[in-house]
């Protein structure tokens, strides 16, 4: 069975993202996605800090304090890029503006529920930035995560047992074993990964799965 | 003849009472008014509540007002940050309060404030436990959240450049929060690179019209701030 790794996982995501999608990618392992967007396929990225067009990182020593991404990295401002204030740019996000939207997760429900803010232990300092916002007002939350956790347990379950961030909000899940689609039935599984079988698959998934009548191997 | 601009930071600030509420603009270091905020902390006012995005990064900036134990409250969305160990300590010592908003909340409930706007509902954090307490309503086949305006007393935010009626023009990211802070509170000090004659702005390019704006003061540069945090 061969797994995909972050970067892999990543591209799958972007094999999804069409010419002309404004989309904003999440902190963290959804950056990745940019990378692996087919060169001459215009897409407009987000920043919730109030960036429309962001390009790729700057080269050393061209980095601008002023312009940076909302996990204040650095970066570059493509022909055409624009800058607006933080209502504005959240306008765009709660609006419904966006077209797809691509956050990380501890955990997702089988009915689209999004825990990917806070852990849950008593000791933690809660932090929640934009997720809650990305979460209910993308036109398409893309979801891209381990399958299962370190301990291995299933990241994919019946209800969430972290903290919510939104409440049936995700509409498809990239994980290193299979894509699957939130539908209002359940669960369906869309690809696996090739050498993987519906019913292992299963077994490493804390909620029921169906299989797509269109599913195939990536 | 209007003149907004102040000869110094201090001279800015000097009015600030303990216990105000005061916006503070950025996002990180983008927009952060780093020599107004050192004008605060020097000036000594105390019981502070804060509005920002963060709680303070490195020793710098607002991390420096709470690490001078300035501040009673803050209002933000992500105040856990790899270097924000002095908001850190005070809050687990329960030295500090919280009121955690998502961000979008946090800007509309900002923009609000300044528009005249009584509350609002909004999606965001509905079934969650921001939530938790606060009115919800089914709005078509959609659930909301009531959420109310922040007010504050001062806002002190960061542009490019100001005429001496106080319009402003921003640069690149560093605009963020600071054209719906102007908006929302009673004094809005304003520190910037450059001042300029009025009409050497074009309408089309101020940002913020000088409506909002009480106070400005040029400052001069910082060299590579937050880069020693």
Redesign the interface.
């Known amino acids: 069975m061969k797994t995909l790794d972050r970067n892999q996982i990543a591209a799958r995501v972007a094999r999804d993202i069409p010419e002309g999608a404004y989309v904003n990618l999440g902190i963290g392992l959804p950056t990745l996605v940019a990378n692996h967007i087919p060169k001459g396929r215009e897409v407009i990225l987000h920043s919730e800090n109030g960036v429309l067009g962001i390009g790729p990182r700057p080269a050393p020593g061209q980095e601008d304090e002023d312009l940076i991404n909302a996990g204040k990295e650095p970066v570059t401002l493509l022909p055409g890029g624009a800058y607006f204030h933080h209502a504005d740019s959240f306008a765009m996000i709660r609006g419904g503006h966006i077209d797809f939207c691509v956050l990380g997760a501890f955990q997702v429900s089988a009915t689209g529920d999004l825990a990917n803010w806070h852990t849950g232990e008593p000791d933690a300092i809660p932090a929640v930035g934009g997720a809650m916002d990305l979460a209910l007002g993308a036109k398409k939350v893309l979801v891209m995560m381990e399958h299962v956790t370190k301990g291995g347990a299933s990241k994919i379950v019946e209800r969430c047992t972290y903290p919510l961030t939104g409440v049936a909000c995700v509409h498809r899940i990239y994980t290193d074993l299979a894509v699957i689609d939130v539908a209002p039935d359940g669960l369906r599984v869309v690809e696996m990964v090739e050498g993987l079988s519906f019913e292992d698959l299963q077994r490493q998934t804390a909620a029921p799965l169906k299989l797509a009548a269109a599913a195939k191997a990536a | 003849m209007i003149d907004k601009i102040v000869p110094t930071q201090q001279a800015a600030l000097a009015d600030v009472p303990d216990g105000a509420t005061v916006m503070i603009g950025g996002?990180?270091?983008?927009?952060m008014p780093a020599q107004l905020i050192d004008a605060l902390i020097e000036q000594g006012a105390k019981q502070l509540t804060i509005v920002n995005?963060n709680a303070g990064n490195g020793d710098t900036g607002l991390a420096a007002l709470i690490k001078a134990r300035r501040v009673r409250k803050i209002i933000c969305?992500?105040?856990?940050?790899a270097d924000s160990w002095h908001f850190?300590g005070q809050?687990?010592a329960g030295e500090i309060e919280?009121e955690?908003?998502?961000?979008?909340?946090l800007?509309?409930r900002?923009?609000a404030a300044g528009a005249g706007i009584g509350a609002f509902y909004?999606?965001?954090?509905?079934?969650?436990?921001?939530a938790e307490g606060k009115e919800t309503r089914r709005i078509g086949a959609r659930d909301y959240v009531l959420e109310y305006p922040i007010h504050a007393d001062y806002a002190l935010i960061k542009a490019d450049r100001a005429d001496r009626w106080g319009n402003l023009s921003?640069?690149?990211?560093?605009?963020?929060?600071?054209?719906?802070m102007a908006s929302a509170a009673r004094c809005t000090v304003v520190q910037v690179r450059e001042t300029v004659e009025l009409g050497a702005l074009y309408p089309e390019e101020i940002?913020t019209p000088g409506i909002f704006v009480q106070r400005v003061v040029r400052v001069a540069p910082r060299a590579a701030?937050?880069k020693a945090a």
């Open positions: 996002f990180g270091n983008a927009g995005n969305s992500f105040p856990r940050q850190d809050y687990r919280l955690l908003v998502p961000q979008g909340t800007a509309e900002i923009r909004t999606p965001t954090a509905y079934g969650t436990r921001l921003y640069r690149k990211s560093a605009r963020n929060f600071g054209p719906i940002v701030l937050g």
